[in-house]
Nanobody, 132 residues
Framework: QLQLVESGGGLVQPGGSLRLSCAAS????????IGWFRQVPGKEREGVSC????????NYVDSVKGRFTISRDNAKNTVFLQMNSLKPEDTATYYC?????????????????????????WGKGTLVTVSE
């Protein structure tokens, strides 16, 4: 079965940390760019971070820069999102997705998030709640 499974969400106090994992089964995650998204009920899904195939090119939405770190372990078929200094506004369901950057992104120093409707695989999400 081809799927992505997120884990690591939970309840954490403001200022705390969580590490999300995105594990692939049935396909090789190493050939895909991976994006993390988040969504709050009633709001549009937001791209949070992405990482290129080699792991050397990453990108982050401004609101998480300096607090979140994306990484990948292709040998384990897994991508991680380390979230530090969490804020209540980080509360959301977090999704990972696998896709391909646009062709023109190859020469860019940062990962370019693939279009949502072009992603090949999506996970079902893991809930992160930041609250006292």
């Amino acid at each position: 079965q081809l799927q992505l499974v997120e884990s690591g969400g939970g309840l954490v106090q403001p200022g705390g940390s969580l590490r999300l994992s995105c594990a692939a089964s049935g396909f090789n995650l190493a050939v895909y760019t991976i994006g993390w998204f988040r969504q709050v009920p009633g709001k549009e899904r937001e791209g949070v971070s992405c990482i290129g195939i080699s792991g050397s090119r990453t990108n982050y939405v401004d609101s998480v820069k300096g607090r979140f770190t994306i990484s990948r372990d292709n040998a384990k078929n897994t991508v991680f999102l380390q979230m530090n200094s969490l804020k209540p506004e980080d509360t959301a369901t977090y999704y990972c997705a696998a896709g391909h950057e646009p062709v023109w992104a190859a020469g860019q120093p940062f990962c370019i998030m693939p279009a949502e409707d072009g992603m090949n695989y999506w996970g079902k999400g893991t809930l992160v709640t930041v609250s006292e």
